[in-house]
């Protein structure tokens, strides 16, 4: 399955393999109106879609692949792959379901210029507007199972990412096995811009790859 696998990575851009973490102050916002390196192409998320092995979901493409499963994010729920309950579930069903077939490993990309911008508060903030108590413990709840599922996934888990990754979706990279990035990646956890807890194991895992003062 090798040459599948190589020829996946390099449908994600990351056929020239470089690691790069960038210090970045702008929000969420500023970035997807200035920092984008190219257009979202729409007809790459039809492309891939069309030509999908196995499986269909909303939120995610399921290729099954010879020896892998390729499970890459093109979110319809949220905007530049963000994360809300219902995009975890289904990558938490690839995962499981990856987890009980004779994959060997998983490759986790994503469709676009984007790879991940973290949690959807957008759609947490809209479900606030009621009992805040009972949407607060429920969307811990999502994240919670979110983050144990990779912890707890004992096939390696490679991930390919092709452009920036934001909160969770930076926080979540240590979780795996292998992180490859291309030159157009960089990564950015604004905990303390948005006034967030830090996500995703990282205040363990980050001082622990990066060292402490870091």
């Not at 090798?2 to 393999?17: D, H, S």
């Not at 984008?36 to 099954?64: H, M, N």
């Not at 990309?109 to 809209?126: E, K, M, N, P």
């Not at 990779?150 to 969770?168: D, E, R, S």
């Amino acid at each position: 399955g090798t040459p599948n696998f190589m020829e996946a990575l390099a449908a994600n851009g990351t056929t020239n393999i470089q690691t790069s973490v960038t210090g970045v102050t702008a929000s969420k916002r500023r970035f997807i109106d200035d920092r984008r390196d190219q257009p979202f192409d729409k007809r790459l998320r039809f492309s891939v879609r069309q030509t999908e092995s196995a499986y269909r979901y909303r939120d995610i493409v399921v290729r099954k692949q010879d020896g892998f499963t390729h499970i890459l994010l093109s979110t319809k729920s949220s905007e530049n792959n963000s994360l809300n309950p219902e995009v975890m579930k289904e990558v938490q069903s690839a995962l499981n379901t990856a987890a009980a077939d004779d994959s060997k490993l998983v490759l986790f990309s994503a469709v676009g210029s984007i790879f991940c911008c973290g949690l959807d508060f957008i759609y947490f903030i809209r479900r606030l507007t009621d009992d805040r108590k009972k949407e607060s413990t429920k969307m811990a709840e999502a994240i919670r199972n979110f983050v144990n599922t990779f912890i707890q996934f004992k096939k390696p888990i490679i991930v390919a990412v092709n452009g920036p990754a934001i909160g969770l979706g930076a926080s979540i990279l240590p979780l795996c096995d292998v992180v490859w990035a291309n030159e157009k990646a960089w990564f950015q956890t604004p905990y303390t811009t948005f006034g967030q807890s830090p996500d995703g194991c990282s205040s363990l895992t980050f001082p622990r790859i990066m060292g402490l003062a870091s």
